[in-house]
């Protein structure tokens, strides 16, 4: 009997129009909430550590300024991460992000203003790079070599992930861009797949995302024995490790029937 064959992850296909919308769309609703905030709201704690509301404003900044940045960069030689590598690679690189956000935070604290100056300039910049950049050009990151169109999907995640993270910490009711959400969703739920491959669970987040993964007797037809579905929000949060397995499931945000359906031993699978 041949031996089986190892089943892989294939790399799901993004509109490039849709997603550089989306990006640009999410972007001004984030700005536009930030530049509500008093002082005091700026000064708040978030559920990310010892950040507080600045600090994950200035990220979110950063987050898509690399864009701008590795774009302006000569082009890499080599291309060193795809898509689907990137949210386990994330972790690695805590540190330093965390050093980059909080030089970014205190320079915007500086000055009355120097907040809302510094979106204004990101959201310019970054337009004019999503008018003008080919999808297909290599740019630096700090991963290495990546498709402009691999980490424009990338940053669907960085900020519908802190979109969440500012409602969180404020009270704001800043929207979820559809197409951004729909972006974000699909690729940490490949993400999934690819850190516990197989095919012994699906796990469904309507009404972007269906995968299967888990090793163990493969599913090929009729009702799966084993099922995970939830919201879109709920499984970034659980990807994200904003939420654990058990807070979900007690809160019902997550129905899991089969004796594989506990995903709490692969998750999170970002950062």
């Given at each position: 009997m041949p031996p089986a064959r190892k089943r892989?992850?294939?790399?799901?296909?993004?509109?490039?129009?849709k997603t550089r919308a989306a990006l640009l769309a999410q972007f001004d609703h984030v700005r536009q909430g930030i530049l509500t905030l008093t002082p005091e709201q700026l000064r708040q704690p978030t559920r990310l550590g010892e950040w507080t509301v600045l600090e994950l404003a200035a990220h979110i900044t950063m987050a898509v300024r690399s864009v701008?940045?590795?774009?302006?960069?000569?082009?890499p030689a080599t291309r060193d991460l795809t898509l689907l590598e990137w949210p386990l690679a994330t972790r690695k690189f805590a540190g330093d992000v965390d050093h980059d956000t909080r030089e970014i935070a205190e320079a915007a604290a500086d000055t009355q203003g120097a907040l809302a100056a510094l979106y204004e300039e990101t959201g310019q910049q970054f337009a004019d790079v999503l008018v003008a950049a080919p999808d297909e050009r290599l740019i630096t990151t700090r991963f290495g070599g990546v498709r402009l169109d691999d980490l424009l999907v990338t940053r669907t995640v960085e900020l519908i992930v802190h979109t969440?993270?500012?409602n969180d910490a404020t009270g704001l009711a800043v929207p979820y861009d559809r197409q951004a959400l729909a972006a974000c969703t699909r690729l940490l739920a490949d993400a999934l797949a690819v850190k516990a491959p197989g095919g012994s669970v699906e796990v469904r987040v309507p009404p972007y995302a269906v995968v299967q993964c888990v090793e163990g007797p493969r599913h090929t037809r009729g009702t799966p024995p084993n099922v995970v579905e939830t919201d879109p929000l709920t499984w970034v949060r659980l990807a994200t490790g904003r939420t654990t397995?058990?807070?979900?499931v007690s809160a019902a945000q997550v129905r899991a029937s089969g004796e594989r359906a506990?995903?709490?031993?692969h998750l999170p699978v970002l950062g």
């Open positions: 892989t992850q294939r790399t799901r296909s993004y509109d490039p129009a701008v940045r590795g774009v302006a960069a000569p082009p969440d993270d500012l397995w058990a807070e979900a506990d995903l709490s031993a």
